[in-house]
């Protein structure tokens, strides 16, 4: 597994993205809506990985809870796999917590399935995979 980007929960992208191209000296290279996860995503390229900034898109977005909850800040980190459905079948026997049955589509042409944070000391693991 490799770190494909850092998600990181913000209250708003017009603030956020100009802020972020400052501190990291590259532009926002997308925006994207997943409306399936009620997220707003922007890019940012950094080296082999990237940034990913989230902000709720309604307001039954997990990004609003956990904004509440914890206040701006990293919401996951991202691990980039050759086979999603292999990892999370590997996962899953070792008792890890997937929050979805199946990859879904994510942001950035990816397949994704999240790890419950209960699981994995506290911090909520994404597996990515490219779509090909
Ligand atoms: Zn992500």
């Given at each position: 597994?490799?770190?494909?980007?850092?998600?990181?929960?913000?209250?708003?992208?017009?603030?956020?993205?100009?802020?972020?191209?400052?501190?990291?000296?590259t532009?926002?290279y997308?925006?994207?809506?997943?409306?399936?996860?009620?997220?707003?995503?922007?890019f940012f390229q950094t080296g082999?990985?990237k940034?990913?900034?989230?902000?709720?898109?309604?307001?039954?977005?997990?990004?609003?809870?956990?904004?509440?909850?914890?206040?701006?800040?990293?919401?996951?980190?991202?691990?980039?796999?050759?086979?999603?459905?292999?990892?999370?079948?590997?996962?899953?026997?070792?008792?890890?917590?997937?929050?979805?049955?199946?990859?879904?589509?994510?942001?950035?042409?990816?397949?994704?399935?999240?790890?419950?944070?209960?699981?994995?000391?506290?911090?909520?693991?994404?597996?990515?995979?490219?779509?090909?």
């Amino acid at each position: 597994m490799k770190p494909e980007h850092i998600g990181i929960a913000v209250k708003e992208l017009k603030i956020s993205i100009p802020l972020f191209e400052q501190l990291l000296n590259t532009p926002c290279y997308k925006t994207e809506n997943v409306a399936s996860e009620g997220v707003k995503t922007a890019f940012f390229q950094t080296g082999d990985s990237k940034i990913e900034l989230l902000e709720a898109d309604n307001d039954n977005s997990p990004i609003v809870k956990f904004i509440n909850k914890k206040g701006e800040g990293i919401h996951h980190i991202a691990f980039e796999v050759e086979n999603i459905e292999a990892e999370m079948k590997r996962l899953a026997a070792l008792g890890f917590e997937l929050l979805s049955e199946h990859p879904k589509k994510g942001a950035d042409n990816k397949l994704v399935c999240f790890l419950h944070p209960k699981t994995t000391n506290g911090v909520l693991i994404e597996l990515t995979q490219e779509i090909k």
